[in-house]
């Protein structure tokens, strides 16, 4: 796994005598966690207490069965966000490995039993987007925080130690997904085993006892009572015969003849006595308050009734399971979402599945909402899980229930719509006419780009690759060339610095007009998006800008001709590049700021326009081709015909709009209800 890699890290000491391993505290205590039992209790032993891993596994299946989405938050209401990268992550599979729901069982179950659910998470190395999420052995994983040097400021670190695999690796807080549970300092969760270990250890003795007592024919111990004096000989071989006819299940009920003067005594209390069946439906019911939980939920159903069983799946949904889940929904919110994008995007379980009730009560329900009006034909199917029909979008309402102040609709919505029907026939035109007034300023800046990274590189060409320079060397300039195109860089840090003002105010212009096209009347905020937009296009910039000059650096024969050609390749740029960089983002960024923007309207189609390129045969083939706003036109990997035989083009992304190759001048525009 990916995450394997950070253990070149420095790592601190794992095991000293103030923090001792685990086996070494287990050694002392006499091999039993914190309980009276003397029964050996630990997350791996209690799991054979089967109300324990009865409570563990309900909770860790239910969350783990109940389907998790990523939203998006709209104007009003939401929408999946199917297109994010965490989608698929969360809802279907997070790594090759597994599905989501057995990460997430297997993460919940680690929080229930030991406090702490932990998964490395691994990114792709240039853009940091999180690719795969792999699941930590709680038992190989140390938490601790340490200050950051910063006044009342510490960093979260976690340390695994898979043995076992020869894993060594410090991760940061960044690096994982932490579930805690309830705890004492904001950083781990209490281990429920070991503050329950008197309970689990009790129930497992409980358990142990039973066992040896039918192991025993379900008889209690006793003595045999001789009236003489017997040698250690002859009381040892008198208890060992005793032993062979009568001790285990199949010798049970055996006639026992005794001899000169022997008697049978029983010693111990019976079972009723000791009130052992009592005993062990109480360990029950504490498991079940342990956890949290309603009795029945763990097979306990002496007091659950048909009047109160309903209000107690209730009750274990909002508060033992609704806890958890809350828990989950705040990790991936201020864990794995950057924080340009939590008051965009959410996650949030489907709890729907677990609240159904019978058949003739959800009946009742939709036949309220159907008659008055929040609830469709087709509202109702897909919630039953059937599949729509046509004409069932229609919304009905009571004839004597109209708007409040009148009936109906006012004059100024239909003008709306009217005015909004003759703006999107302009549309594309006034969006093309924005695109070429924002085309000689990202000119401009790119040219300021380009000045600056040539005057950079020239410094390092200076710096190492100087003929007067004793020990040139092309290794020496490509290492300090990786720094200065590093993520995060001086180079990524000024593209940054120059393209943000400019493509955030170009997104605003277009997403305005894009949203009156539409009739949309409530503010469309593109900054975030735009800031992600600025962000994936300078990380693209500074992976092709190093790579080209790595590439002459590396294929020169010698140290004058990596120079020439270095130098060679920064001259172009400047000459070439800042109209190549207009001419393409003033069609992408307009295009993709206005599907944001119908996005945001609740535009569910987009319908490509061929213009100015009616000649190319692939965007012929794409004239007038509506899609769902979140699919692609042309998905990635996809080939489109040419008119000559054998001519195609593949797409290497993703097409949500336009341009499709360079030089192409399509539009898209939406298609919208009258």
């Known amino acids: 796994m990916g995450f394997i890699r950070s253990a070149a890290r420095g790592l601190g000491p794992l095991s000293d005598i103030a923090t001792p391993e685990q086996w070494v505290v287990d050694w002392i205590n006499g091999g039993s966690i914190g309980n009276s039992s003397g029964i050996h209790v630990s997350p791996e032993t209690a799991l054979m207490y089967s109300p324990f891993f009865a409570g563990m596994r309900v909770i860790a299946e239910d969350l783990g069965s109940l389907p998790l989405f990523l939203y998006e938050r709209l104007a009003r209401g939401k929408r999946r966000a199917t297109e994010h990268p965490l989608y698929a992550l969360l809802h279907d599979q997070p790594n090759p490995m597994m599905t989501s729901m057995q990460l997430r069982e297997t993460l919940q179950s680690h929080a229930t039993s030991w406090g702490d659910g932990v998964a490395a998470l691994v990114t792709h190395p240039r853009t940091g987007v999180i690719e795969e999420i792999w699941p930590l052995r709680p038992d190989r994983l140390c938490i601790y925080t340490r200050p950051t040097g910063r006044a009342g400021q510490v960093d979260k670190w976690f340390v695994y130690d898979d043995q076992v695999n020869g894993v060594l690796a410090r991760l940061h807080a960044t690096e994982v997904l932490h579930i805690a549970g309830l705890g004492f300092d904001g950083v781990r969760g209490y281990p429920v085993v070991d503050l329950a270990a008197n309970a689990i250890g009790l129930g497992l003795a409980t358990e142990h006892y039973g066992a040896k007592h039918f192991s025993n024919g379900s008889a209690p111990g006793g003595a045999l009572s001789h009236p003489g004096n017997l040698s250690p000989d002859a009381r040892r071989r008198m208890a060992d015969d005793w032993e062979n006819i009568h001790r285990g299940i199949d010798r049970a009920h055996r006639v026992a003849i005794l001899e000169e003067g022997v008697t049978w005594q029983q010693v111990g209390i019976p079972n009723d006595s000791a009130q052992f069946l009592e005993t062990r439906k109480l360990q029950v019911t504490e498991m079940a308050r342990w956890l949290r939980l309603p009795p029945h939920k763990i097979g306990d159903l002496e007091r659950a009734t048909f009047s109160n069983i309903e209000q107690q799946q209730l009750d274990y949904i909002t508060s033992a399971l609704g806890s958890w889940l809350m828990r989950w929904e705040q990790a991936i919110l201020t864990q794995l979402l950057l924080p340009e994008e939590r008051s965009r995007y959410f996650a949030e379980h489907l709890v729907d599945a677990l609240l159904r009730g019978d058949t003739l009560s959800r009946y009742q329900a939709y036949a309220v909402g159907r008659q008055w009006g929040w609830l469709s034909a087709n509202d109702i199917r897909e919630m039953e899980n059937r599949n729509p029909i046509a004409g069932g979008d229609t919304y009905l309402v009571p004839l004597n229930m109209v708007p409040a102040g009148g009936g109906a609709p006012e004059e100024d919505t239909r003008t709306a719509r009217r005015h909004a029907r003759l703006l999107r026939g302009r549309g594309a035109a006034v969006r093309r006419a924005i695109a070429d007034t924002y085309a000689p300023k990202i000119a401009d800046v790119d040219a300021e780009v380009a000045a600056l990274e040539a005057a950079e590189v020239k410094a390092l060409v200076d710096q190492h690759l100087e003929p007067a320079r004793a020990g040139r060397s092309v290794l020496g300039f490509l290492a300090a060339l990786r720094a200065l195109y590093a993520e995060g860089g001086p180079i990524a840090a000024a593209m940054s610095a120059l393209w943000l003002p400019l493509f955030t105010e170009f997104a605003a212009d277009v997403g305005e007009e894009a949203a009156a096209e539409v009739g949309h009347e409530d503010d469309v905020d593109l900054s975030v998006w735009a800031a992600a937009y600025v962000a994936s296009h300078v990380a693209y910039r500074v992976s092709s800008s190093f790579g080209q000059l790595r590439k002459a650096a590396e294929a020169a024969d010698d140290v004058d001709t990596a120079v020439a050609d270095v130098l060679a390749r920064l001259d172009k740029w400047q000459a070439e590049r800042p109209e190549q960089t207009a001419r393409w983002e003033s069609k992408q960024l307009s295009n993709a700021a206005a599907r944001e923007a119908w996005k945001d309207a609740g535009i569910r189609e987009l319908r490509w326009v061929t213009q100015g390129s009616k000649d190319c045969p692939y ?46 001048d399509c539009q898209v525009v939406p298609v919208a209800a009258d």
Do not use: M, Q, S
């Not at 042309?634 to 290497?652: H, M």
């Open 619 to 664: 965007c012929k083939k794409l004239d007038g081709r509506t899609v769902g706003i979140e699919k692609p036109f042309v998905a990635k990997g996809a080939e489109i015909d040419g008119d000559a035989e054998g001519e195609k083009l593949a797409a290497k992304r993703n097409t949500f709009h336009p341009p499709l190759h360079v030089g192409c």
